[in-house]
């Protein structure tokens, strides 16, 4: 069953004229982007708030960027964590979880692989570049209630993410649930009526 998300004016906006344009959707580029859990009861994943300037400025999201030529998706979010975060991560030691495309209705696509990692013992993420202003520890509940009150904004792939993680309850959970899941199919949300319809 399809889930609905409503779009921002500004989103709607794009649908709108690529509809009208009959253009070529972009190229998505491929990605990749870390859930990083810290193993508390309850667990706490780490997020960062995107600067204004930057690409979904505002948003908050876990670390993570665009794959670099040559790179795996792996390889790319270990390099990203560490650029953004400094934490040095094993990109073996990542758990595949999901994969998400933008939808063809954006200008600037990727092609998006999310993973769940551990936080490594002794290792303390921080902010290391102009990319983000705010960063938290939160339980994905947490997380989740802070969107609901119109606190924080999030895109879908976050958001969903966070909810599964919930779900899950604890890294073990999380980590049992993912053995359980395909993430080489992607989840890619199309434009329906000023929403985005997503088939999880």
Do not use: C, N
């Not at 491929?30 to 960062?48: E, G, L, N």
């Amino acid at each position: 069953m399809a889930e609905l998300w409503p779009l921002p004016a500004p989103m709607v906006d794009r649908m709108r004229r690529f509809a009208d344009s009959g253009e070529t959707p972009a190229v998505p580029r491929v990605a990749a982007t870390v859930v990083m859990i810290k193993p508390t009861r309850p667990m706490r994943v780490y997020v960062m708030r995107r600067a204004s300037a930057m690409v979904f400025g505002g948003v908050w999201a876990f670390p993570g960027g665009s794959a670099e030529p040559g790179e795996t998706p792996p390889e790319a979010a270990a390099r990203e964590v560490a650029e953004e975060a400094g934490v040095l991560l094993d990109p073996a030691a990542l758990t595949p979880w999901s994969r998400w495309i933008t939808p063809e209705f954006e200008p600037r696509r990727f092609d998006t692989y999310f993973y769940l990692v551990a936080l490594p013992p002794g290792a303390d993420p921080r902010a290391l570049t102009t990319e983000s202003d705010d960063t938290a520890w939160v339980t994905p509940r947490d997380a989740l209630d802070r969107l609901a009150a119109g606190e924080w904004a999030m895109l879908p792939p976050t958001a969903v993410t966070l909810r599964q993680l919930d779900a899950a309850g604890d890294l073990a959970g999380a980590l049992a649930a993912a053995a359980t899941r395909d993430p080489s199919t992607p989840v890619m949300p199309r434009a329906v009526d000023g929403h985005l319809s997503i088939e999880l």
